[in-house]
């Protein structure tokens, strides 16, 4: 297969619906049943008949097939011997001078790290926005913990003015019983009764 005909793992990822990591972790996993290409020098390049296998372990394993009964119903590798690996996969000084197929190692590697450094940005991004409602929050709680004290203090104050008022209402109920209390010994005194 030439390499014009090899997909990237990028392109296979999405083909597949699946992130470029589970795409890498299965074809490290399951690398006894895809091409050479698929698995040398760590430059995954797929053939269609690696992708169709990839998609046979998505769905195995959507299925909840264990690693090992994945890689027992797929069988045997494919034949890597009639497939040679192919001259991109092997980058070297005169390859690069020579053939211009590296160029397209090279832009994958590029825009598989472009994606990445993309995914940390984004996450980056989240984590900022995060950062900034948790300070909105603190700052509004802050604010409603200030509006609550004071409403504490002034209930606590309309709570001493009651006690207050009620302690000098007993009071003056208890100095009225006191003066009921003489006259009425004044007046059975007088009276005789």
Do not use: C
């Given at each position: ?6 997909q990237?793992?990028?392109t296979?990822?999405s ?8 795409l890498?972790h ?9 091409s050479?290409a698929?698995v ?8 269609a008949?690696?992708v169709?296998?990839l998609?046979?372990?998505k769905?195995m394993?959507a ?7 994945v890689?027992?119903?797929l ?6 011997s009639?497939?040679p690996?192919?001259?991109a996969?092997v980058?070297?000084?005169d390859?690069v ?7 397209l ?12 450094q ?10 900022r ?8 929050d ?10 609550l004290?004071?409403?504490?203090l ?7 003015d ?9 009071q003056?109920v ?11 010994d ?8």
């Open positions: 297969m030439s390499d014009s005909q090899l990237n793992a990028h296979v990822a083909q597949l619906q699946i992130a470029p990591e589970q890498r299965w074809t490290q996993e399951f690398s006894a049943q895809l050479a698929a040398s020098t760590g430059f995954y390049r797929y053939t008949d690696d169709k296998r998609q046979a372990i769905e394993m299925e909840g097939k264990s690693s090992a009964e890689s027992q119903q069988g045997d590798a494919p034949d890597n009639a497939e690996l192919p001259t996969m980058i070297q000084a390859d001078k020579r053939n211009g197929d590296s160029g190692l090279l832009r994958d590697m590029l825009s598989g790290f472009a994606a990445g993309e995914a940390i940005l984004n996450s980056q991004q989240t984590n926005n995060l950062m900034g409602v948790v300070v909105q603190n700052f509004n709680l802050k604010e409603e913990n200030a509006k004290r004071e409403r504490m002034k209930l606590e104050q309309e709570l001493g009651v006690r207050r008022s009620q302690s000098e209402y007993r003056q208890e100095q009225r019983l006191r003066l009921m209390e003489h006259r009425r004044w007046v059975s005194r007088l009276f005789g009764f």
